[in-house]
């Protein structure tokens, strides 16, 4: 068995509700990191995450490449979700036990970085518990290590099912040969239930998103995604703050 987080970016969308009916069912908890502006659009879809146990994160307002702002426009798309974030949990009558950010394209923000990660630290942000996923598990996809002393939340396997678009050359398949890549062939049916023993700790950090152009493209691809995980030994943690 592999234990792992599982965090979904770019919420909501109208694909919102049905992703969080299917991880009720299979007793998945995840983190949602939430594009604040699309709460214009969406607002009772993300209601509707929170209200069903999910806890929704800042992964900005606009989802700008933050190496391309300044420090100043990096704190104000930080500030103006929060903004947004709060209205959300105070709206759904759901206390936000932690807070935590994601950076859009994981683009930590270039020369700002040192001070970006000094600014989430002093606002209180925090990261979900890594004592047991190693660096090198992120460096597998990308990341530098020690992820796990940074105040925002990286990942050590991406899908990259965002990749699916007309002629992109990149298909479902292809998340799933990244999957045989890293977890191995299927193991075992898909179980009924995706969440690790009470008490596990998670070894892997999960991403995956909430996109209505992945579904124009492949229908139920967040099942077939998440399902493949699952029948590959993959069983998921609830989040915990380190
Ligand atoms: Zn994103």
Known sequence: MTTAYLTIDDIPSKLTPSIVDFLNKKQ????MFCWCERINYYRQNAIYALKHGILIQNHSLTHPHFSELSFEQAVEEIEKAEEVLE??????????????????????????????????????FTQLDQSNILPAEYEKDGAQKNQGDCYDTKWTFDYAEWRVRPNSGFSIEDS??????RFGAPTSDVPESGAAPAGAKAEQLILIHDHEDTENMYKGYFETLINALLARGVRFVKPVVR
Do not use: C, T, W
Request: charged share 30%; no cysteine.
């Open 28 to 31: 998945i908890v995840p983190v």
């Open 87 to 124: 209205s959300l949990y105070k709206e759904a009558g759901v206390k936000r036990p932690f807070k935590m950010f994601r950076f859009p394209f994981g683009d930590k923000g270039g020369k700002n970085e040192a001070a970006l990660q000094e600014y989430l630290k002093e606002h209180g």
């Open 176 to 181: 799933i040969s990244k999957a045989n890549a």
